[in-house]
């Protein structure tokens, strides 16, 4: 009689589906949210990229590297007032001229990214809360 039971007990598929749900769900949905929190942080990263190059083609108008530093502050701040990731008051910007050339300036941007919604997301190892972007820009053509 028992091992009627047990053989009848083992031969039950029932439950199979739930069970491979139950083991295969937290890595796909790890995998998910982890696919969210890079696309949101690679937008983020682009758009400080993006933001460096067009403060360093702005600031080329400057002619000491203070008016090049005020110019480069004021475009961020006027440029950036609609982009959903990105908060212009987190920004730190630096330009510095070049020592090896003095032709050429670098227009730093720094932008701390600890407000991006992707860290409480339940994912996988995330990169850095800092994401630097420059731009170098020669002046007087080539």
């Not at 937290?26 to 949101?40: D, E, N, Q």
């Not at 002619?63 to 530093?69: C, D, H, K």
């Amino acid at each position: 009689m028992t091992k009627r039971i047990i053989r009848k007990f083992l031969d039950r598929s029932d439950g199979t589906a739930a069970l491979e749900f139950a083991i295969i769900a937290p890595v796909f949905f790890l995998t998910v949210f982890s696919m969210i929190a890079y696309g949101i942080y690679l937008s983020a990263s682009h758009s400080v990229q993006q933001v460096s190059a067009d403060a360093a083609r702005a600031a080329v108008a400057g002619l000491s590297q203070t008016e090049r530093q005020t110019i480069a502050r004021d475009f961020i701040e006027q440029s950036m007032m609609d982009h959903p990731f990105i908060n212009a008051e987190k920004f730190n910007i630096n330009v510095a001229d070049d020592a090896g050339n003095p032709n050429q300036f670098t227009v730093t941007v720094k932008y701390d990214a600890s407000d991006l919604p992707i860290w409480s997301l339940y994912s996988y190892a995330m990169p850095d809360k800092e994401i630097v972007g420059f731009s170098t820009i020669r002046l007087g053509g080539l």
